[in-house]
């Protein structure tokens, strides 16, 4: 007779159903709070060698994370936005990049500590891809574009800032392990005619950059285009999005602009499954004139997942009306939760803006999205417009849920036996989701950062 583990047998449990959602436990929660701080806008956190890098569109705050003291602010020019948060070898750094609308941009390394400016880099009239550090190696990456509608890998020496070696891209995507280089590219074969190719799927491959030999490649099917990568012990795991119309067309799974889960294996890029979680929503907004006719609408879809973190036994993942978790080997479903509708309404001036042009403007409303997903003893931890919740995964209950009294919960970490979390009003309106502000419209506001007190059993 076979004996099951724990874990087997904790699966299992989570396998037969989901867990009614609890109400804000907010009396509780604050309770747990080791300090507050107020920072300078930002949407991403991160904790390194004991401090906390706070980045977002009101540039780059650095806190100890003992105490909430602040170390470092750097506040942007008008408009500037921090999005990456990296890794630097013999300090912290952040590639500080320009307006999204700015031409040329330019990303700045610092050093978090200092100040000091490690690297600079220049997108000319393209765009940055993703930038990224390996402090073990010593090394600083960087997507950047090399002609029209082409990207290439950089590495730098992450202290000096030297040149080491470059790696034509495709789109910019890319995990680095070791020597070897796991990118997508939307090549065609040659020859493929102009309708093909607007069908075929990315190429996803393994380039051993030390011999300068293509280990593998493998197309994705069904036309399914890569969103994010990573490295799940020996599965390299791909947030991929369907790009046909038909779902007939879609014989491995998934709605044309539905988000899935492929994994692929390191070794030589074999299928070993793939996930569609099947939640997906788009947000539609239509100005109509006084007869009730519509003058313009516009829509956008929304993927189902938008934060992932795999390790090397799960695949926790959440997105717009979904948070779930999967068996990394085999892509078996664990558990999975459904969230709310999230309802968007126009900011006041846009309002009065459409007003003033004769026309009025429907709301709309949309499953919840997801901003980040961490694991620490069993339980599952997820920020939303609607707070931060503790899942716990051996109940299989929602252990409690914050609200924060500055609006919902935006991006947060676990380090340790302390969940550090940013808190501030949320961009729910549907001109900002539908990028109809004017560039130079956007101001920065002040977040909180809580530390809040999660050991084992609290």
């Known amino acids: 007779m076979a004996i099951l583990s724990k874990r087997a047998v904790l699966w299992l449990v989570l396998a037969c159903g989901a867990a ?3 109400q804000p436990n907010n009396a509780e929660i604050l309770r747990r709070v080791v300090w507050k701080k107020s920072v300078l806008e930002a949407d991403a956190i991160r904790a390194e060698q004991g401090l906390l890098i706070c980045t977002g569109s009101g540039g780059l705050t650095v806190l100890e994370a003992k105490s909430g003291r602040e170390v470092r602010r750097f506040a942007p020019q008008p ?3 921090g999005r990456y948060c990296i890794p630097v070898p013999g300090g912290l750094g952040l590639l500080f990049s ?3 609308y700015a031409k040329p941009q330019v990303g700045v390394v610092l050093d978090a500590l ?3 400016e490690r690297l600079r880099l220049e997108a000319g009239e393209g765009r940055f891809g993703r930038v990224c550090c390996d402090p073990e190696r010593g090394e600083l990456y960087a997507a950047l574009p090399d002609g029209a509608n082409k990207l290439k890998l950089t590495a730098y020496d992450a202290k000096d800032g030297a040149k080491k070696w470059e790696l034509p891209l495709g789109t910019g995507l890319y995990r680095v392990s070791g020597t070897v280089v796991y990118y997508a590219t939307r090549e065609a074969p040659p020859g493929a005619a102009v309708q093909e190719q607007n069908l075929l799927g990315e190429l996803v491959r393994a380039f051993d950059r030390e011999n300068n030999k293509v280990l593998w490649e493998r197309r994705l099917p069904n036309g399914r285009s890569v969103s994010e990568m990573q490295i799940s012990g020996a599965r390299l795991i791909l947030t991929t999005r369907a790009q046909l119309a038909r779902r007939e067309d879609l014989a491995g799974g998934g709605r044309a602009g539905e988000e899935g889960l492929l994994a692929l294996d390191l070794a030589d890029g074999t299928e070993r499954w793939s996930y569609w979680p099947g939640e997906a929503g788009h947000l539609h907004a239509e100005h109509t004139n006084a007869a009730g006719q519509a003058v313009n609408s516009a829509t956008v879809h929304r993927g189902s997942i938008s934060a992932t973190l795999a390790t090397e036994d799960e695949i926790y993942a959440g997105g717009y009306g979904v ?5 990394a080997g085999d892509g078996k479903e664990l558990w999975k939760l459904k969230l709310p509708e ?6 006041p001036e846009v309002r009065a803006a459409l007003e003033k042009q004769g026309l009025s403007a429907k709301g709309a409303s949309m499953p919840a999205d997801v901003y980040a997903v961490a694991l620490k003893d069993y339980t599952v931890y997820y920020s939303s417009h609607d707070g931060l919740h503790a899942y716990d995964l051996t109940a299989q209950r929602e252990r409690w849920r914050f609200v924060p009294p500055e609006g919902g919960a935006r991006g947060f970490v676990v380090d340790g036996d302390r969940l550090y979390l940013i808190a501030g009003p949320q961009h729910d309106t549907i001109d900002y989701a539908l990028g109809m502000r004017a560039p130079g419209k956007r101001q920065a506001v002040n ?9 084992e059993g609290k």
């Open 79 to 81: 408009n500037a936005a």
């Open 98 to 100: 320009g307006d999204h």
């Open 20 to 22: 009614a959602a609890s």
């Open 114 to 116: 200092t100040g000091k």
């Open 342 to 347: 999230r309802v968007y309404g126009y900011s």
């Open 323 to 327: 948070v779930f978790g999967l068996n």
């Open 447 to 455: 977040v909180s950062v809580y530390a809040l007190d999660v050991k």
